[in-house]
């Protein structure tokens, strides 16, 4: 933990790093790749939408020895051709979901299964759901969605500039999409769970973007005063300071909902618990990855457009040329010739220096060259 701490602290300082801007096409084709997976994903094979959202009824057994398949075939047939999914439970019973069935014919249903699992009837619980109520649900839900995006946008704008709204707007539906998508491809059941759970992780996916770009607004508050780093390279050094504190609480955030996940769900049953966890699990973890690739990315694609910085990356790359060109003509002859490059020196050392640190996209902690000393106490400058 010393180590990852002391990494951390050296990516804060900018001795370290790892240039996430400069390897952004990476990151945005394998969003792209993974997005259109979701989407085409979630094109064929559809949502498995609850019996709260297609209407239906839910049995609830106790402990029986019948196992799930040949309960799902029994349901089957006592519902005369519904559609029925089971889900065993951490007690041995069993939760019968049938759905597109009504008041009068779920109680014959009900009679059968009781027969057929050999339970008494009054033991197997039945809950009825009107399709309207789901219907309900998905337009409150939907609108819920709209005004919180309309919002975010809204407070980004105002907080930092309408390129950080926008870039955060297009993580957030990127992390929709894969999470909608996950659901789509494993054919995992979307309940009132579900949608609770995909409004919850808009809030986490949005608590790393706005951490590093709190930290990108005050690195390049007076961006264009200096002609040391490029917009990019202050939006990489902004990631990687912030790098381990989005990991350390992506990974605080996972483990407990991982608990909920595995551990609830796995022994516990199914049921509202696991459909809330799945969606955070995924949610969580996407959110995690659009903060750091995609958002910062996408923000300094936009801002490289604006034309002060355009000027500013035009300066840097002069002066990274120049100290360049001072630094290939080090070796000289002595004496006045010296003393040109002390003069110089310790300004042309920190541009070269710059300008290996943006090639290679790890930034190191600067140290004063070895010749500052050299011909001091001599005007001249020669040996004497």
């Known amino acids: 933990m010393s180590k990852l701490g ?7 300082r900018g001795e370290v790093g790892y240039d996430f801007i400069g390897k952004r096409k990476i990151w945005y084709g394998i969003s792209i790749l993974i997005t259109i997976t979701a989407i085409v994903g979630l094109a064929v094979r559809g949502l498995n939408m609850g019996i709260e959202f297609s209407g239906g009824a839910v049995f609830t ?14 349901a089957e047939a006592a519902a005369e051709g519904h559609q029925a999914v089971v889900q065993k439970l951490g007690n041995g019973g069993l939760r019968i979901q049938i759905s597109e069935l009504d ?38 839900a939907w609108m819920g969605l709209g005004i919180f995006m309309v919002l975010v946008v809204i407070y980004l ?6 390129r950080m709204a926008l870039a955060a707007l297009i993580a957030l539906i990127h992390d929709l999409t894969i999470t909608v998508g996950v659901y789509a491809l494993v054919g995992f059941e979307v309940t009132p769970g579900t949608v609770i759970g995909l409004l919850t992780i808009l809030g986490y996916s949005l608590y790393d973007t706005v951490v590093v770009f709190d930290s990108l607004k005050e690195a390049s508050r007076d961006a264009t ?19 381990v504190r989005s990991i350390n609480t992506t990974v605080v955030a996972l483990l407990p909902v991982a608990g909920l996940l595995f551990v609830g769900g796995g022994l516990l049953g199914a049921g509202m618990l696991n459909d809330i966890s799945l ?37 840097v790359r002069q002066k990274r040329a120049a100290a360049a060109a001072k630094a290939g003509g080090a070796e000289r002859p002595e004496g006045a010739a010296a003393d040109a490059v002390d003069e110089d020196g310790p300004q042309d050392a920190d541009d070269a220096e710059d300008t290996a640190a943006a090639g290679s996209g790890m930034v190191g902690q600067r140290h004063q060259p070895a010749s500052r000393g050299r011909g001091r106490g001599r005007p001249s400058g020669k040996r004497r």
């Open 6 to 12: 002391n990494i951390g602290a050296r990516l804060y």
């Open 61 to 74: 057994t106790p402990k029986t020895s019948v196992s799930s398949s040949e309960a799902e075939h029994k």
């Open 103 to 140: 008041t009068e014919q779920s109680v014959p249903v009900q009679e059968a299964l009781a027969k057929d699992l050999n339970v008494p009837v009054k033991d197997i619980n039945t809950q009825l759901v009107g399709p309207s109520w789901g219907e309900e649900i998905a337009n409150k």
């Open 157 to 162: 704008a105002i907080a930092f500039e309408w």
């Open 225 to 243: 005063k200096q002609t040391r780093f490029t917009y990019s390279e202050l939006a990489n050094r902004s990631i990687n300071s912030t790098l």
């Open 279 to 315: 969606a955070l699990f995924v949610g969580l973890a996407a959110g995690a990855y659009s903060s750091i690739f995609i958002a910062t990315p996408l923000v300094a694609d936009l801002k490289e457009r604006d034309p002060a910085m355009k000027a500013l990356a035009k300066r």
